[in-house]
T-cell receptor, first 113, second 111 residues
Framework: DTAVSQTPKYLVTQMGNDKSIKCEQN?????MYWYKQDSKKFLKIMFS???????INETVPNRFSPKSPDKAHLNLHINSLELGDSAVYFC????????????FGNGTRLTVT | GEDVEQSLFLSVREGDSSVINCTYT??????LYWYKQEPGAGLQLLTY?????DMKQDQRLTVLLNKKDKHLSLRIADTQTGDSAIYFC???????????FGKGTKLSVKP
């Protein structure tokens, strides 16, 4: 009965590779997000989609491309991985994009070697 | 710009009360949130408060909001070792509803 689920939980890969992280929510929410948490635990928004449309796109390298096939899914594809991409990536969802709280997945720990 | 500030560390003894403080800058924030992150885990929503409220209580948790000073606090009564975690304050701001997080306060509870 997991509300927001991400796969994989851990991802170890080499520089230059392309990888994807998947996210699914079964809460019936219409807005989904990707956040990045760095080694100092700082959390920063990367993207936000509402009803499959991009509404927030922070200053993120264009190597990162979110894809939302439907309201319940928001995947993150990363091209040409770099060492600095190593972090924990969190998916979240909410109903609407202004007031309701975000519900987070358990995170994907990406390590680039 | 939007900014949320928290102290980085807090250490208390088991059974004491913990108070985690947060300041924010965007006066148009409608909701303010507290999230808890245990080691290796995701972010768990603890509680949230609407900006027209001064206080919200939920079992051992009390949230106080001073909108004039843009100050938010989370009090945990009878703190237990299981409360050891990082606590993030966050504000919902702007038309896009971006959730801006503080840097997190690491709470250590000593037996």
């Amino acid at each position: 009965d997991t509300a927001v689920s991400q796969t994989p939980k851990y991802l170890v890969t080499q520089m230059g590779n392309d990888k994807s992280i998947k996210c699914e929510q079964n809460l019936g929410h219409d807005t989904m997000y990707w956040y990045k948490q760095d080694s100092k635990k700082f959390l920063k928004i990367m993207f936000s989609y509402n009803n499959k449309e991009l509404i927030i796109n922070e200053t993120v390298p264009n190597r990162f491309s979110p894809k939302s096939p439907d309201k319940a899914h928001l995947n993150l594809h990363i091209n040409s991985l770099e060492l600095g991409d190593s972090a924990v990536y969190f998916c979240a969802s909410s109903q609407g994009h202004s007031n309701s709280p975000l519900h987070f997945g358990n995170g994907t720990r990406l390590t680039v070697t | 710009g939007e900014d949320v500030e928290q102290s980085l560390f807090l250490s208390v003894r088991e059974g004491d009360s913990s108070v985690i403080n947060c300041t924010y800058t965007d006066s148009s924030s409608t909701y303010l949130y507290w999230y808890k992150q245990e080691p290796g885990a995701g972010l768990q929503l603890l509680t949230y408060i609407f900006s027209n409220m001064d206080m919200k209580q939920d079992q051992r948790l009390t949230v106080l909001l001073n909108k004039k000073d843009k100050h938010l606090s989370l009090r945990i009564a009878d703190t237990q070792t299981g409360d050891s975690a990082i606590y993030f304050c966050a504000e919902r701001t702007g038309s896009q509803g971006n959730l801006i997080f503080g840097k997190g306060t690491k709470l250590s509870v000593k037996p």
